[in-house]
C-alpha cells in the first residue's frame, strides 16, 4: 500500500481539478491542448501555484545520460506531474506515459487531463504510484 499524500499535495490536486472543470467549462471541447495548456498555466499563476511548463527531464540508461529525453507538460512544486491531451479517442498509453514519467522523475502523483470529452469528470485521471 502507499502511503496517503500530504494534505499539501491533496491541496494542490483539488485545485488542479478545479482549475481544468472550470478551463473546461468556459471553452468546451475541441480547441487545440495549447490553447488548454496556456488556459491552464495563466490559472495556476492567477492561484500562486508554483509550476514549471514544458520541464524538460534528462533521462539516464547504464552510463548514458540524454539531456533531452522527456518534456513534462507541466510540474507543479516540482512533485505533481501534469500531461495534457486534448483527443477525442483516449488511448491506454496515455496511462503507461504518465506512469514512466512518475516513475523516472521519481514523482507520486500525477494526472492525465484530456479536454476533449463532453464531461471533464471523463476526461480527469488521477494516478498514484
Known amino acids: 500500500m502507499y502511503s496517503k499524500l500530504s494534505e499539501r499535495e491533496e491541496y494542490l490536486a ?12 468556459q471553452l468546451g471541447p475541441g480547441l487545440l ?3 488548454y495548456s496556456k488556459c491552464f ?9 508554483p509550476f514549471e ?13 540524454i539531456d533531452d529525453g522527456l518534456r513534462l507538460d507541466c ?3 516540482n512533485s505533481i506531474i501534469i500531461e495534457f491531451k ?5 488511448h491506454p498509453v496515455w496511462d503507461a506515459q ?6 523516472l522523475t521519481n514523482r507520486r502523483l500525477g ?4 479536454f476533449h470529452v463532453p464531461l471533464i469528470k471523463e476526461g480527469i485521471k488521477r494516478i498514484i504510484i
Open 14 to 25: 483539488s485545485q488542479i481539478v478545479d482549475i481544468a472543470f472550470n478551463i473546461h467549462k
Open 75 to 77: 510540474l507543479i512544486e
Open 41 to 49: 498555466y495563466y490559472e495556476l499563476q492567477r492561484r500562486e501555484i
Open 86 to 90: 486534448a483527443q477525442e479517442n483516449y
Open 111 to 114: 494526472f492525465l487531463i484530456n
Open 33 to 35: 491542448e495549447s490553447v
Open 98 to 103: 504518465l506512469m514512466s514519467y512518475l516513475k
Open 53 to 65: 511548463r514544458e520541464k524538460a527531464v534528462p533521462i539516464i540508461f547504464n552510463d548514458l545520460k
